[in-house]
């Protein structure tokens, strides 16, 4: 890890334009300022390979990094690739070099650290073997690939290399999450025996539309053919092509089967899926399905739930839901989704919320008491409570706050691990051993069947 | 009618009072508006939120998941002065023509110099607008910056933005158009 001569990091922008903000009104230029890179950290140099939306969110949160310096820039669209080298540019007054071609950038640029792949999931495996190959650390978007033999090349070339490969399932890296699994779950056991987890991430088909693209931007056919993609529109959706993509279960869903996975510490031995395309027809990919897995764990059997629609939004978005016997923890990316509950007939919280592990929620207003035959089948409404704290907040550059963007504790963890002071939350092991039940769910939804799991399938 | 008659009668005087106090009142509210529009603008780019972020504690130990709790307030510092809001600057940054060039060996950054000079020009146009110090110039100059800012919204493609600098503009023009009704200036040259 070199200091390259104009880097800057955006926390020593900070504490810099804060020094020299006392010029005042006149000669107040806080953001005119440049440091040096001043906390000490060595510099990681690093590629970007794939800027299209899923890369530029990473950046956006990597933006926020401190000692990071971003040497290339890899893209097959010229405009993902030029919007890409533009905001690097605006970041750290460096222009990086652009790249087509990963083998080019990867044969040319010298002193890498580490690379991110944002590519289309059909590209995820050979991008992160070849870096792997490279001697370069991998921080991978999810789905690992499109095919669980892809994934599984992705774990054998990190454990070959000894490089670092990280999958993006950011999630294990939220604060919110960690602090759940850690205190109420396996700490506490606030939920007593889960017994059923419900997960859903229902989204409206206004978002769920094509992409649409300028024609005037189109990537030239045989560039497009190279790279595997029989045209501009394609390219532009591989998300809903068989051969690209996982679709819905795998863009949206996985992030969500994993956390049922990593929360109960085990591997489901059975899925059952259902799936169809109930509006968007021309689609390769079902645009509804859901799935249910069982488990046998410690505690006892679990069923979990799993649906992902892509033609509605009611429901209440996204979340994941832990239902046990003395409480329910219902999480999500966004707080504002996120509740816990503690059955009636269970030991009174209070302690817990006086030594700091959740806050109490006003109560909701009690529901008028029903009479006869159906009271005696009622449950009391659970007590509500939440989590005692947040992800922190980032400074800006306008001194204000901002949350932190959700990607970037997972990026965090991956550069902390990458300069040795930390061990990846989600290296590609771990993230197979997640994974593998997903690949599952769209075969089980087209043949109509259940898929029992042996070892050897959810094996690398 | 009498009425008529005496208006015309009045209005034919060089004192005529209630027409010109009622364009007076008209440049007075006008300059007053756009005065407190500019300044408390330019107030508020040295707006912060001071937080105090503390790890949340379990049994008064600090977590080690990281988990949060944030307490904020707001208030005024030089150190806080931000001329572009920092959701905008972003977009501005990918703009090709608000990039950094080199004219004549010297580095120019309009965006840097831009949000360097925003704050502070918005206040002193603010203050001699609301003192009626060269009162037609300052408004004019204004409306400089308005257009500025305008032509920035545009190349973000922020419509509203465009829209809502438009209806500054029509009130500028219309102070402009008052401004011999203006009053109570210290300096009403230019």
Known sequence: MNQPPSSISRRDFLSKTVAGAGAGLVLGAPNILRAANADGADTIKVALVGMGKQGRVLFEAMSNIPGLYFQAVCDIWEYNRQGGVAKVRALQDHTPKGYTDIDEMLATEKGLDAVIVATPDFWHSPHTVKCLEAGLNVYCEKMMSNSIDGARAMVKAMEKSGKLCQIGHQRRSNPRYRFVLDHLINGEKICGQIVNINGQWNRAVSSSQDIAFNPKLTIKPEILEKYGFKDMKQFMNWRTYRDLSGGPISDLGAHQIDIFNWFLGAKPKSVFASGGRDFFKEREHFDNVMAIFDYDTAQGGVRAFYQVLTTTSAGGGYWESFMGTEGNIKMSEQSAYTSLFREDSAKSWDSLVERGFLKKKAAPPRPEATSGAIASYESKPPEGFELPGDLPPIRLRSGGTAPKPPHQPHLENFFAAVRGKAKLNCDAREAFESEAPIYYVNPSALSHQPIVFTPEQLAV | ?190
């Not at chain 2, 440049?27 to 529009?37: D, H, K, N, Q």
């Not at chain 2, 010297?106 to 146009?125: A, E, N, Q, R, W």
């Open chain 2, 1 to 190: 009618m009498s009425t008529e008659t005496e208006t015309e009668a009045c209005c034919s005087t060089p004192c005529c009072v209630p027409r010109n106090l009622a364009l007076t009142y008209g440049a007075l509210l006008l300059r007053f508006w756009l005065a407190v529009r500019a300044i408390q603008t330019g107030i508020e780019k040295y707006a912060g939120s001071v937080g105090s972020d503390q790890l949340v504690k379990i049994d008064g130990v600090a977590n080690t998941q990281g988990l949060t709790s944030t307490d904020s307030a707001k208030e005024y510092a030089l150190s806080h002065y931000h001329g572009v809001p920092a959701a905008l600057l972003k977009k501005f940054e990918a703009e090709p023509l608000m990039s950094s060039h080199t004219v004549l060996g010297i580095h120019i950054d309009p965006l840097k110099i831009y949000d360097v000079i925003l704050g502070p020009t918005l206040l002193v146009l603010g203050l001699t607008i609301l003192l009626g110090i060269a009162n037609r110039t300052s408004l004019f100059l204004l409306g400089l910056l308005y257009i500025s800012l305008t032509w920035g919204l545009i190349l973000i493609k922020q419509d509203d933005g465009v829209a809502w600098l438009g209806v500054h503009m029509i009130l500028i023009v219309m102070a402009l158009m008052l401004a011999d009704h203006n009053r109570f200036a210290i300096c009403k040259k230019w």
